[in-house]
């Protein structure tokens, strides 16, 4: 199964892109595509705050994704 993510800030300038595809079993957790995304891209993994979210929803480690979910890959945000 195909899943779409929406990247920003600085894991966009590290992936290269504003959205990739990611192919992954049916039933794959939060966790499981951060894992995978971390292995396919290890710079990411020196980012401490890093989370999915799904649906405009900060993804809790066990939330299944399905197909239609709109997902976005979090970076650390500062605010002011």
Same mark, same amino acid.
């Given at each position: 199964?195909?899943? @779409?993510?929406?990247?920003? @800030? ?5 992936? @290269? ?8 079993? %049916? ?34 480690? %066990? ?16 605010? @002011?």
């Amino acid at each position: 199964m195909k899943y @779409g993510i929406n990247l920003f @800030g600085i894991t966009k300038e590290i992936i @290269g892109n504003t959205y990739i595809e990611i192919e992954m079993e %049916d039933k794959t957790s939060a966790e499981q595509l951060l894992e995978r995304l971390k292995n396919d891209y290890p710079k990411l993994k020196a980012i401490k705050s890093l989370l999915l979210a799904v649906n405009s929803e900060y993804a809790e480690k %066990d939330l299944v994704i399905h197909f239609r979910d709109e997902i976005a890959l979090i970076p650390p945000v500062s605010g @002011g």
